[in-house]
């Protein structure tokens, strides 16, 4: 089982930024897409960026343009970076693969999921 660490959270001001990282144990990781995912309280877990094996990424509507996904395969290292925070932005970030479901979606290819990383926005 990968164990996945997730990184860089904290409590930041609106219109502020933070990168995330995410460290993947084993070696097999560059065969994989990866996925950043975000739950607030009450909420379901969201897809928020993906990006491919080969470096194509995909952003949720309200990340483009803010979230810049990233990945160092030589490092097993999935990044997020983010920018103009906002307070709906407030959430557990975590990681893992994902595969694209008969429905279109992205799917976790993982059943274990990390501790996460908080990311807090507020004045």
């Known amino acids: 089982q990968v164990q996945l660490v997730e990184s860089g959270g904290g409590a930041v001001q609106p219109g502020g930024s933070l990168k995330l990282s995410c460290v993947a144990s084993?070696?097999?990781?560059?065969?994989?897409?990866m996925a950043w995912y975000r739950q607030a309280p009450e909420k379901r877990r969201e897809c928020v960026a993906a990006?491919?094996?080969?470096?194509?990424?995909n952003y949720k509507d309200t990340a483009k343009g803010r979230f810049t996904i990233s990945r160092d395969d030589a490092k097993r290292t999935l990044y997020l970076q983010i920018n103009s925070l906002k307070p709906e932005d407030t959430a557990a970030y975590y990681c893992?693969?994902?595969?694209?479901?008969?429905?279109?979606?992205?799917?976790?290819?993982?059943?274990?999921w990390g501790q996460g990383t908080q990311v807090t926005v507020s004045s």
């Open positions: 084993e070696d097999p990781f560059s065969i994989y897409a």
């Open positions: 893992n693969a994902v595969y694209v479901s008969d429905s279109g979606e992205y799917t976790a290819s993982s059943g274990y």
């Open positions: 990006v491919a094996s080969g470096g194509i990424t």
